[in-house]
């Protein structure tokens, strides 16, 4: 082997100090690397991509929202979504915005790390493919995308996957900004706050549709939290079942209007493809797509009028309407759009007024109930005349056939007589006679 031209012949220290300086440059360009892109070690712990192809979901075999694709598909509707972000090649997003708050670690980069929010646009507006068997309840509505949950949920003191009041006020503001005519809130605050109740009620005023997911209760959560928004009133409040049908998960909520499918789901994923999801959000999201539908295929319909149809149209739940698991029922999203409803809004009547009769009413009541009874014995004696009647005209031609026997009795037996008739006997002709 040659050796280097002016340098020393097998010196250990100068091909240990290259050796040494051959490794410190491997450490710094690999930590480089590193550097550069800090993002990319992070953005491995995000959803990835889903199946290419997939069966028809049970939920779509429920809902079957499809049959009415021929009257409307939503394409009028701005739908928004207040979550973790929306990216799918199946979904068209017309406007989005991130207004998650400032993460402590290095962010990945990606529109939707947690996926929950591209699941529930899937199954709002996802477009049919023939690839597999998933699509939306409304693949041609408008999707709005307000991110207000970064890579991960805040640690806001919060029990589970919260986020904090404001940051959902912000995200129902923009999407209202934004012409949002159905509002999905698919993430929950358990604090409630005016600037959160100041946005649902500018949205209602707008006459905006706000569907809000129930959350899901943890066993270590501190006893008389709710969730919000759906905790307020003109706010539908939604669970979810399981394709048994069965309520999938207990919930803070003071109340639950309307249960969907939301265990098990399929929907999109981030990057690409489907796979399954599960919580209320996705069950809110089912509501959403359809409230889309209805509004478009009944434009005339005011907020409170598209609640109520879904109220009034849900399929039979386990526990009966109005049950705490259940509230009104299963949506269906057929009914809703094309059941005929009593108009109008129904009211609670008046409380009953006795009141005191007056001497007349008195007196005409008397002499209504004397009229009474003599209509009732004249009637009474006339039926008895024509029972009697009856009787004579049907069974006195029988009485004389049968020489007035009994129905039952034999008939006697006919002897003929003789031509010429013996003499009578005498009394007593058989005793011997005495004297002559």
Known sequence: MDKPCGAPANIPGVYAKRSLRTLLAAAVGSLGILLIDPSAAHAQQCVGAGQQSSPVPWAQRVLTPERLWPLTAGSKQRVAVVGSGVSSPLLEVKAGVDLSPPSRSQPSGKPDCIGLGTAVAGVIGAAETGEHGFHGVAPKTQLLSAKVVGDSYPSSGQPGQAVAPETLAAGINWSLDQGATVITVAAVSYQDSPALRQAVDRALA???????????????????????????????????????????????????????????????????????????????????????????????????????????????????????????????????????????????????????????????????????????????????????????????????????????????????????????????????????
């Open 206 to 436: 707008a006459d905006a549709v706000v569907i809000a997911a129930a959350g899901t209760a943890g066993q270590n959560d501190p006893p008389g939290i709710a969730p919000y928004p759906a905790s307020y009133d003109d706010v539908l409040s939604i669970g979810m079942i399981g394709e048994d049908g069965m309520t999938a998960a207990a919930t803070h909520a003071p109340r639950i209007d309307l249960v969907a499918p939301g265990a098990e789901v399929t929907s999109a994923y981030p990057d690409g493809g489907v796979g399954p999801a599960t919580g209320t959000e996705l069950a809110a999201g089912y509501v959403a797509g359809t409230v889309a539908l209805l509004r478009d295929y009944l434009p005339q319909l005011s907020n409170e009028d598209v609640k109520r149809r879904l109220l009034a149209t849900a399929s039979p739940a386990p526990e009966g309407v109005g049950s705490r698991n259940y509230g009104h029922g299963i949506l269906n999203p057929y009914q809703a759009a094309v059941g005929n409803l009593a108009g109008g809004h129904p009211s609670a009547l008046p409380p009953a007024d006795p009141g005191v009769p007056s001497d007349e009413e008195l007196a005409r009541e008397a002499a209504w109930q004397q009229s009474t009874s003599i209509a009732y014995g004249l009637a009474g004696a006339g039926a008895a005349a024509a029972v009697a009647m009856t009787a004579v005209v049907v069974f006195g031609p029988r009485g004389r056939r049968r020489r007035w026997r009994a129905g039952i009795a034999e008939a006697p037996v006919e002897r003929p007589e003789d031509d010429l008739p013996e003499p009578p006997a005498e009394l007593f002709d058989d005793r011997p006679r005495t004297g002559a």
